[in-house]
């Protein structure tokens, strides 16, 4: 190198991040499968071209997200170069690198008796590039994994002028290759205006981490008041363990380009005496979307799922709901005409005999909720005369701001019976006119307690409709829906019928 260039390269090896002393990492983890991961660097770099290597990165590193920076603002780094290598030392990439060359292979005989093999290896069978065939698409990954390395890619060894589809044995390397790495590598050409130590700060996207919201609703009683403990609930797949991090968990639906698409539950307890206890989550808003935050650093390892407590809340009126909504009709409605859903007589006529079960709450602090909650499944318990806790459904919710109304459906009712039937059907195309009459009925087998039950009836022949003749009062619930609420006493059938006028 001319010496006049006034450049000096230094070679700057970092083995660790985040693992040293002072060494600090954060993390906000998104509900869509990445994470977005910020750490602290020593660097001590020369002024001039430094080489850099880092190792203590996650497997799913997006190498365009990274960003190096000095959070002081007080030295300039620029990056002239960046390297990404993912393919970490393995059996198949060395048998790969010694492809036509001979090493011994460790053979195990009877009563553990060992022999050395000698065996040339005509084609390690390794495919470097899966996940790059994968990437720019399935037929031409079927090709290339065709072509280059056969069905299943198998190896093939040459052992005494003979070839064989296997390894005679465990493969004996004399060295690592010149070219291969143990970790996923970043590696850096890096000028900076000024020499000494810096503590950067490094920052990127990575897949493989994501958190989802678990809800525990605890009833007391076959009333509507429940308790509620909410989790938080991280899964760490990224390669990478964090110690000590300083967690966010972001909450809302962020426009992130996927490359392509379980849970631990928390045991269920309650006590009356942690209710009381500081929050280990906060929450506040951010941009168009909520961050909870935890308030403590805590370490998240590489395959773990870890559960933290962000919400506790007690006597919730959660109401219980049953609903009847008995037509089986085929939503796909993109192969139908409006003509076809009117002239079909027999569309949506089949019944289905299932009450559904659902729960029902306000989101406020008056039913003492009203915070944001974030997407995820909510599962329902109650407590049986032994005092044990039982397991009585569950679903998943969406993203519920403050003041918004929750409805879960958590299973079919099994003492509560439908039955839905057509008693009239005319057409006159003619003059464009459309009469359906049906009848409702719904029984409750139970033994005691009357209920209320929310019959549904979709108007789904045509836009323009109007009720000519009903049993009972009803409300129009959107522009082609009613709804019939009917109380129905233990033992006891209930019958709705109703005549539907339509035009066009």
């Known amino acids: 190198m001319d010496r006049n260039m006034g450049i000096r390269i230094a070679s700057v090896v970092l083995l660790a991040l985040a693992a040293g002393a002072g060494a600090e990492s954060s993390l906000t983890i998104y509900n869509q499968n990445f994470a977005v991961v910020r750490e602290s660097l020593s660097l001590?770099?020369?002024?001039?071209?430094?080489?850099?290597?880092?190792?203590?990165?996650?497997?799913?590193?997006?190498?365009?997200?990274?960003?190096?920076?000095?959070?002081?603002?007080?030295?300039?780094?620029?990056?002239?170069?960046q390297n990404y290598r993912a393919d970490p030392v393995s059996q198949g990439l060395l048998l790969s690198l010694y492809?036509?060359?001979?090493?011994?292979?460790?053979?195990?005989?009877?009563?553990?008796?060992?022999?050395?093999v000698r065996g040339r290896i005509v084609r390690s069978g390794y495919e470097p590039h899966r996940s790059g065939m994968q990437r720019y698409g399935s037929q031409y990954a079927q090709r290339q994994v065709a072509?280059?390395?056969?069905?299943?890619?198998?190896?093939?060894?040459?052992?005494?002028?003979?070839?064989?589809?296997?390894?005679?044995?465990?493969?004996?390397?004399?060295?690592?290759?010149?070219?291969?790495?143990?970790?996923?590598?970043i590696h850096w050409l890096l000028e900076t205006d000024a020499p000494g130590k810096l503590d950067a700060e490094l920052s990127y996207v990575t897949g493989g981490m994501s958190w989802e919201a678990d809800y525990s609703m605890l009833a007391r009683s076959q009333d509507d008041a429940i308790d509620v403990i909410g989790w938080v609930t991280m899964?760490?797949?990224?390669?990478?363990?964090?110690?000590?991090?300083?967690?966010?968990?972001?909450?809302?639906?962020?426009?992130k380009i996927q490359p392509g698409s379980g849970m631990m539950e928390a045991?269920?307890?309650?006590?009356?005496?942690?209710?009381?206890?500081?929050?280990?989550?906060?929450?506040?808003?951010?941009?168009?979307?909520?961050?909870?935050?935890?308030?403590?650093?805590?370490?998240?390892?590489?395959?773990?799922?870890?559960?933290?407590?962000?919400?506790?809340?007690?006597?919730?009126?959660?109401?219980?709901?049953?609903?009847?909504?008995?037509?089986?009709?085929?939503?796909n409605r993109t192969r139908y005409s409006p003509e076809s859903l009117r002239q079909d007589r027999d569309y949506g006529t089949q019944s289905n005999p299932k009450v559904w079960v659902?729960?029902?709450?306000?989101?406020?602090?008056?039913?003492h909720l009203g915070m944001p909650l974030p997407r995820g499944r909510m599962r329902f318990y109650q407590r049986d005369d032994d005092g044990q806790l039982e397991f009585i459904g569950e679903n998943t919710i969406d993203h519920t701001p403050r003041d918004e109304t929750v409805r879960v459906y958590t299973g079919d009712a099994f003492d509560l019976?439908?039955?839905?039937?057509?008693?009239?059907?005319?057409?006159?195309?003619?003059?464009?006119?459309?009469?359906?009459?049906?009848?409702?009925?719904?029984?409750n087998r139970k033994e005691s307690g009357s209920v209320e039950i929310r019959v549904v009836e979709h108007l789904y022949r045509w836009i323009n409709w109007r009720i000519v003749e009903s049993s009972d009062p009803?409300?129009?619930?959107?522009?082609?829906?009613?709804?019939?609420?009917?109380?129905?006493?233990?033992?006891?059938?209930?019958?709705?019928?109703?005549?539907?006028?339509?035009?066009?």
């Not at 057509?422 to 006119?433: E, F």
């Open 474 to 504: 009803f409300t129009k619930t959107d522009s082609q829906t009613i709804e019939f609420r009917v109380r129905v006493p233990a033992g006891q059938e209930k019958v709705v019928t109703y005549k539907a006028h339509y035009t066009w």
């Open 147 to 185: 072509y280059a390395y056969g069905e299943g890619g198998q190896p093939i060894i040459e052992v005494n002028g003979r070839l064989r589809f296997s390894l005679p044995g465990q493969p004996l390397f004399p060295a690592l290759g010149d070219d291969t790495i143990l970790k996923p590598t």
């Open 417 to 443: 019976v439908g039955e839905r039937r057509r008693t009239d059907y005319q057409i006159d195309t003619a003059r464009n006119w459309l009469d359906e009459a049906f009848e409702i009925k719904v029984r």
């Open 99 to 116: 492809e036509g060359k001979e090493i011994d292979f460790l053979v195990l005989r009877g009563e553990g008796k060992e022999e050395i």
């Open 44 to 81: 001590d770099l020369q002024r001039g071209t430094n080489q850099v290597s880092v190792t203590q990165i996650t497997a799913h590193v997006e190498p365009d997200s990274v960003i190096l920076r000095d959070p002081q603002g007080k030295r300039a780094l620029q990056i002239l170069e």
């Open 358 to 367: 659902m729960r029902e709450l306000q989101n406020t602090k008056e039913n």
């Open 267 to 331: 045991d269920v307890y309650y006590s009356r005496a942690a209710a009381a206890m500081p929050a280990p989550v906060s929450e506040k808003a951010f941009e168009e979307y909520h961050l909870y935050t935890l308030n403590r650093p805590t370490t998240l390892h590489d395959r773990e799922t870890k559960q933290v407590e962000f919400l506790r809340a007690e006597g919730v009126r959660a109401q219980r709901l049953y609903v009847y909504d008995g037509a089986r009709i085929d939503h």
């Open 235 to 255: 899964d760490n797949q990224s390669g990478k363990t964090f110690e000590n991090a300083h967690i966010k968990l972001m909450a809302g639906d962020v426009s």
